[in-house]
């Protein structure tokens, strides 16, 4: 029997994914609502693979995925996502995940990529090759890699914004705080990537594959 974790904070969408799953009769599938109880369950059993949603309260899936794979490097993580995950793309093949799968996947679909999953194969959308071929070249050229950069997914909403050319005033009044919490914050960007301004920000950011470079 293969066994899967899946992670979803929405209980409709575990358990409907459960139910298709398991439509294949050599698929046993377990559902965690949350992060915690993710981390809870892979110390108590053990599972021939981890399906995980991307965007989820608390800890996200890039958070947890890292997580997982620092407990055992061996383990097999496939991002499971209603989103766009381009944004994310490079610090999420950087966290050791095995694939990405759509939540917009057929029956059909996600049993195929399981299985690939299984036997060790990465599942990687096409429209997102070229995206990781042309980041993979532009870290090479810097001392400053993915790994070394440690985004959270509100920095990453201020690196989109500054890069569209929102002003710090702008921010404050999207966010609904204080101009000084939005300089605090490009402040603390800023540091991680290791650059002194707005522009250099933006550049290193689509450099690293944070933000599309388009």
């Given at each position: ?211 599309s470079s388009l």
């Amino acid at each position: 029997m293969i066994r899967i974790l899946l992670v979803d904070d929405h209980p409709s969408v575990g358990e409907g994914t459960k139910t298709m799953i398991e439509q294949d009769g050599e698929m046993e599938v377990t559902v965690a609502l949350s992060a915690l109880e993710a981390l809870e369950k892979v110390q108590n059993d053990s599972y021939d693979l981890i399906l995980c949603d991307l965007n989820m309260p608390g800890i996200n899936g890039l958070e947890l995925t890292k997580r997982l794979i620092q407990f055992d490097p061996n383990r097999k993580v496939i991002i499971y996502s209603g989103y766009e995950i381009g944004s994310h793309f490079n610090l999420l093949v950087e966290s050791g995940v095995s694939g990405f799968i759509s939540k917009t996947a057929s029956r059909e679909q996600l049993h195929q990529s399981l299985r690939c999953a299984l036997r060790g194969e990465a599942i990687i959308p096409i429209s997102l090759l070229k995206q990781l071929r042309r980041n993979e070249v532009a870290i090479s050229r810097s001392e400053l890699s993915i790994q070394d950069v440690s985004i959270n997914e509100k920095e990453l909403t201020i690196l989109h914004e500054v890069a569209a050319g929102i002003s710090n005033k702008e921010l404050a009044a999207s966010m609904h705080v204080s101009q000084r919490n939005v300089e605090y914050q490009l402040s603390r960007i800023f540091e991680k990537l290791n650059v002194r301004s707005r522009s250099e920000a933006i550049r290193e950011a689509k450099r690293l594959g944070l933000i599309s470079s388009l």
